[in-house]
């Protein structure tokens, strides 16, 4: 099983530029999620979905949109990047909200 | 308070060390508990959940504590391999997300 995947793995946008991060999982998992984690810092959550078609917001969801039309993907979009942004995104997905959280391996965006 | 608290670290031991974390947690209506392993630069990785009874894989050894709200993580005959920073890891309580903690960093010198 490939498990939780994401593209791309590393990016360098320019400030004001969009993107799409990619993430994908193969577990037939309802719950999928966003985190931000900056440099020797925690996770922040950023979006969830409890199914297709769900979204909700998370604990920094400014700056960033998500769509969730399928169970397997649940791209992220950054709409206008800043370089606040710049940070380590990683998906994750879950079978249920308690239960644990599997990690896909992070995509690195730096924002110049 | 904040949802999971952990000491950031670092805790730097020998080989062969034993080593006790510790996570406090405040919603009281939390019922599922894990920790998590994450190596520089990489994902967090499921180490084990933690069971009211408390339980044990190998050299890890997790307990909860409901009462005064905390879980522990003890790691007996530290590895160098076991350098990593340790998320305590909490259900927010009914149909909200799991939340991590920061991590408390662990470095085991040989």
């Known amino acids: 099983n490939a498990g939780v995947t994401q593209t791309p793995k590393f990016r360098i946008l320019k400030i004001g530029q969009s993107m799409t991060l990619q993430c994908t999982q193969d577990?037939?998992?309802?719950?999928m999620y966003w985190y931000r984690q900056d440099p020797g810092m925690g996770l922040k959550l950023i979006y969830y979905?409890?199914?297709?078609?769900?979204?909700d917001k998370g604990e920094v969801p400014n700056g960033y949109n998500v769509s969730r039309s399928t169970t397997e993907d649940f791209p992220l979009r950054l709409e206008l990047a800043a370089p606040s942004q710049t940070s380590v995104y990683f998906c994750a997905s879950s079978y249920s909200i308690g239960q644990p959280q599997h990690f896909g391996d992070g995509t690195r965006l730096s924002i110049l | 308070r904040k949802e999971v608290e952990q000491d950031p670290g670092p805790f730097n031991v020998p080989e062969g060390a034993t080593v006790a974390f510790n996570c406090t947690y405040s919603n009281s209506a939390s019922q599922s508990f894990f920790w998590y392993r994450q190596d520089c630069r990489k994902e967090p990785k499921l180490l084990m959940s933690?069971?009211?009874s408390g339980n044990e894989d190998g050299r890890f050894t997790a307990q909860l504590n409901r009462a005064s709200q905390y879980i522990s993580l003890l790691i007996r005959d530290s590895k160098l391999s076991d350098s990593a920073t340790y998320l305590c890891v909490v259900n927010g309580g009914g149909n909200t997300p799991l939340v991590f903690g920061k991590g408390t960093r662990l470095s085991v010198i040989a």
């Open positions: 933690v069971y009211s």
């Open positions: 577990m037939n998992h309802n719950y």
């Open positions: 979905s409890v199914g297709a078609g769900i979204t």
